[in-house]
């Protein structure tokens, strides 16, 4: 296997969208409407991992400076802040042929370096309960079940801080 990652593009919007549909059920899913607004407001906040030319994994985050996840985030890109502090983590997709092989946690090491370097306090994400653990691995405390209600799903807030 041959792994590369790079910055998205809004040329990768139709492969980044496939994905997304495939890594989450239809009420989570974004739609390519609101990834195209994504890729437009802050295509260097998605972190694109290659096994030769085919997307396998990637994660999409939006700075701001607000300190917690809100449901509005995901439905606004333009409530994005370049210079905010904090980077507030939409999505960790990994096909499901390529799950349980290190992809997602080799992209995560590698884009928690990224937002060390570009100066963030931390980062904040969502996720369902069953993969509180996983992100724990990687330094993030479980603060609780957030306020969302995205998808019609239970989530739990978690945060890094760097």
């Known amino acids: 296997m041959t792994l590369r990652i790079r910055t998205a ?8 969208t496939e ?9 989570e899913a974004a739609s390519r409407e609101r990834m195209e607004q994504r ?4 295509p260097n906040h998605f972190h694109l991992m290659f096994n030769g030319d085919a997307l396998v994994s990637y994660i999409s985050a939006m700075p ?6 809100r449901d509005e985030m995901y439905a606004d890109a333009r409530l994005q802040d ?6 507030m983590i939409f999505s960790v997709a990994t096909l499901p042929s390529y799950q349980h092989l290190g992809i997602a946690s080799q992209l995560m090491r590698s884009y928690l370096e990224s937002s060390r370097e570009q100066g ?17 691995r990687f330094g993030f405390v479980d603060e609780g079940m957030s306020d969302s ?13 760097f």
């Open 39 to 42: 890729l437009l407001y802050f």
């Open 120 to 136: 963030r306090k931390g980062i904040v994400l969502t996720c369902k309960e069953k993969l509180v653990g996983f992100y724990a």
């Open 9 to 16: 593009t809004l040329d990768d919007l139709d492969i980044v």
């Open 149 to 161: 209600s995205h998808g019609g799903a239970t989530w739990y807030q978690m945060r890094l801080v």
């Open 82 to 87: 370049e210079l905010g502090s904090w980077e």
């Open 19 to 27: 994905l997304e549909q495939a890594a989450f059920l239809p009420a």
């Open 64 to 69: 701001s400076d607000e300190r917690d996840l």
